[in-house]
C-alpha cells in the first residue's frame, strides 16, 4: 500500500542496482536546469530566458561498514573503473514513487574521527534523463 502523508525519512534510501547501500544516515536527490538567456534590440532592454540543460545528482552519507554488500568497497571499485551504475532513490513501498537513471560515481569520501564510527560520503551524477516510477509488488 503506497505511503500516505509526509513520508518518515528512514525509508527513502539510495540503491545501486536493486542493492540498497548499506547503513546510510542520508540520501538526497537534487535537479537542476540552467537556463539560456535572450537579450535583444528588441526587449527594451529586458533579458528574457528559456529551458537549457537539465541535470540531477543523488548524494548520501553511510556509516562506513567493512564487510558491506553495498558499501565503500563497491563503490570505490565502480569509482575507478568509471563505471556508469544504475541507480535509485526510492522507499520501496509498493505504490510509492522512485526515481532512477545511469549516473557515474562523483565523489566517494570516508572520514574517521576519534572514538566516532567510520563514515564514508558519495555522490552520483546523472547520465541523461531521471525517470519517475510507481513501485510495483
Given at each position: ?24 544516515t542520508s540520501a538526497s536527490l537534487s535537479l537542476s ?105
Amino acid at each position: 500500500m503506497a505511503s500516505t502523508g509526509i513520508i518518515n525519512a528512514t525509508l527513502l534510501a539510495i540503491y545501486v542496482g536493486s542493492t540498497k547501500i548499506d547503513v546510510q544516515t542520508s540520501a538526497s536527490l537534487s535537479l537542476s536546469q540552467s537556463t539560456r538567456k535572450s537579450l535583444n534590440k528588441d526587449s527594451a532592454g529586458w533579458e528574457s530566458n528559456f529551458a537549457g540543460a537539465k541535470s540531477w545528482e543523488l548524494s548520501g552519507d553511510a556509516e562506513f561498514e567493512i564487510d558491506a554488500t553495498e558499501g565503500y568497497s563497491a563503490l570505490f571499485a565502480a569509482l575507478i573503473a568509471g563505471t556508469q551504475v544504475a541507480v535509485k532513490i526510492s522507499t520501496a513501498v509498493t505504490g510509492d514513487k522512485e526515481y532512477s537513471g545511469a549516473a557515474q560515481i562523483t565523489k566517494l569520501d570516508m572520514s574517521a574521527g576519534v572514538e566516532e564510527n567510520a563514515t564514508i560520503s558519495y555522490s552520483f551524477t546523472g547520465s541523461g534523463a531521471l525517470a519517475e516510477a510507481t513501485i510495483s509488488a
